[in-house]
T-cell receptor, first 114, second 116 residues
């Protein structure tokens, strides 16, 4: 029940195209859903995040769509650029009472080609 | 300053060595985390410190020993590690560990550990 399923495992998009990564969860107690971007050899960087009372959040070229009833959320990268080539992790936060824990999806390797 | 720093960047150690990883943040965050990340896998939570007290230990083997000397520093002491412990060790911090809001976790660049 703590799992977050992420798809696809890898994605190739042409420059200027839209990249879409999907995640699904089971635990309705999750209360916060961040996306992280990770370049090789670096730590994950927080990209954008959403709470379950909001259906969409946009920051620049990055948009999260959230469907609470379906327990799904997705990341859309508009006008994808070669510099966006990285691994993307969705995550979901659950509270244990004394501390919160992030459960990560399995990751999507995005490659943006010229 | 919105940065989490980690030292060293790379570490190679033998199975009988004792070494320590260090993490520092100056954002006034009161929660700090250690994660382990294997190649092509997501980060796995190891420990959570909240207000300098250990609040979560994800059943990590005792050869990993965390320490939080103050609210800005987090150490991970390593002893008698195995080759399968080779991984990227990530530190993260957040404003608080529990409750609602303000809990975005910010990650450091990691320490690449190789155990021979």
């Amino acid at each position: 029940q703590q799992q977050v399923k992420q798809s696809p495992q890898s994605l190739i998009v042409q420059k200027g195209g839209i990249s879409i990564i999907n995640c699904a969860y089971e635990n309705t107690a999750f209360d916060y859903f961040p996306w992280y971007q990770q370049f090789p050899g670096k730590g994950p960087a927080l990209l954008i995040a959403i709470r379950p009372d909001v259906s969409e959040k946009k920051e620049g070229r990055f948009t999260i769509s959230f469907n609470k009833s379906a327990k799904q959320f997705s990341l859309h990268i508009m006008d994808s650029q070669p510099g966006d080539s990285a691994t993307y992790f969705c995550a979901a936060r659950g509270n244990t009472g004394t501390a919160s824990k992030l459960t990560f999806g399995t990751g999507t390797r995005l490659q943006v080609t010229l | 300053d919105t940065e989490v720093t980690q030292t060293p960047k790379h570490l190679v150690m033998g199975m009988t060595n004792k070494k320590s990883l260090k993490c520092e943040q100056h954002m006034g965050h009161r929660a700090m985390y250690w994660y382990k990340q294997k190649a092509k896998k997501p980060p796995e939570l190891m420990f959570v410190y909240s207000y300098e007290k250990l609040s979560i230990n994800e059943s990590v083997p005792s050869r990993f020993s965390p320490e939080c000397p103050n609210s800005s520093l987090l150490n991970l002491h390593l002893h008698a590690l195995q080759p399968e412990d080779s991984a990227l060790y990530l530190c993260a911090s957040s404003r608080s560990a529990g409750g609602q809001g303000g809990n975005e976790q910010f990650f450091g660049p990691g320490t690449r550990l190789t155990v021979l």
